[in-house]
Structures are given as structure tokens and as C-alpha cells.
């Protein structure tokens, strides 16, 4: 799997701190996994979630804002 084969997006919450992840939305929609990745390192390494586990990353991302 190539990043380049995805659209990727940050979250609307992100400002230029340097601390954000991006999710392909797509891939997620067509394919159930939810893919996120650093945004400082777009070709590096991804993390493939399941539903449950994404909506986890979220609720902890927002706990700690």
C-alpha cells in the first residue's frame, strides 16, 4: 500500500503546531479500515484502525485538547 494512492486529510481542528495525523476518508468509506498516518512524515508508515478503533483515536485526541 502507497500513500500516494490516497487522498489524505487533517482534521479541521488542526492548526500548523506540527503535532497532527490525516486520515484517508475515502479508503475508509470503501473499505471499512481507517487509515492515519503523522502529516510530517507522509511517506512513513500508516496505522490501520478498525471503526471501533478510530472512534477511540478520536475521543482520545479530544480529551487531551
Same mark, same amino acid.
Given at each position: 500500500?502507497?500513500?500516494?494512492?490516497?487522498?489524505?486529510?487533517?482534521? @479541521?481542528?488542526?492548526?500548523? +503546531?506540527? !503535532?497532527?495525523?490525516?486520515?484517508?476518508?475515502?479508503? %475508509?468509506?470503501?473499505?471499512?479500515?481507517?487509515?492515519?498516518?503523522? @502529516?510530517?512524515?507522509?511517506? +512513513?508508515? !500508516?496505522?490501520?484502525?478498525?471503526?471501533?478503533?478510530? %472512534?477511540?483515536?478520536?475521543?482520545?485526541?479530544?480529551?487531551?485538547?
Amino acid at each position: 500500500m502507497t500513500t500516494d494512492s490516497h487522498r489524505w486529510f487533517k482534521s @479541521s481542528y488542526s492548526s500548523n +503546531g506540527g !503535532q497532527c495525523i490525516e486520515w484517508a476518508p475515502e479508503h %475508509a468509506a470503501s473499505t471499512g479500515e481507517f487509515l492515519v498516518r503523522d @502529516s510530517k512524515d507522509p511517506s +512513513g508508515p !500508516q496505522l490501520a484502525l478498525t471503526r471501533r478503533g478510530f %472512534a477511540g483515536l478520536v475521543e482520545f485526541a479530544k480529551s487531551r485538547v
